[in-house]
């Protein structure tokens, strides 16, 4: 099932999100709908708290459309267990953020663990546009967006087309 997408400005993007426990169906299913929620936008990355809930958990698929074959990832309780030095800038966006782009500059390779759809531990280095995916959707679990990257002229501007976007929508 989709689910709505908060738009920034919303407290709920601003929180630190909590550890998944134990594995159930009904965590399996709101990764189902994260992904489907995903492709559907169509993002290429998405976290919990940008469909309201607090849990520690982010689907993404990084895979180029037309080259490469999909590949969903789950992903609860990530953790980067090691950051190149080596940095990487590329221009991110934010389904919470529509439209609005900017350069983050990011360490280029990481090491990452998690816990899978299955439960199973599962680690793996990310390099390139997975790398930048991962640390920008383990960011929104901790309530950090990419706009705090920015100087704050620029966040500002951001947020106030955001709130106009908000304001627009709210009229319908
Ligand atoms: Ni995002």
């Not at 426990?21 to 009904?26: E, G, I, N, V, Y």
């Amino acid at each position: 099932m989709k689910r709505p997408i908060l738009i920034h400005p919303d407290p709920r993007l601003k929180k630190v999100c909590a550890p998944v426990p134990d594995m159930s169906d009904a965590l399996r299913s709101l990764a189902d709908d994260m992904l489907e929620t995903m492709y559907a936008a169509p993002g290429i990355g998405l976290a919990a708290p940008q469909i309201g809930v607090m849990d520690r958990l982010i689907v993404l698929d990084c895979a180029k459309e037309g080259d490469e074959n999909p590949r969903p990832l789950v992903m609860f309780n990530p953790q980067i267990t090691a950051s190149s030095d080596e940095t990487n800038v590329y221009e991110e966006g934010c389904l919470s953020i529509p439209d609005q782009y900017a350069e983050v500059t990011r360490p280029k390779v990481v090491d990452v663990e998690w816990m899978d759809r299955d439960g199973n531990a599962c680690s793996e280095t990310f390099d390139g546009l997975w790398a930048t995916c991962v640390q920008h959707e383990l960011d929104h679990l901790d309530g950090k967006l990419f706009i705090d990257y920015l100087k704050p002229l620029k966040r500002q501007m951001i947020t106030r087309k955001m709130q106009k976007l908000k304001r627009e929508r709210a009229r319908g």
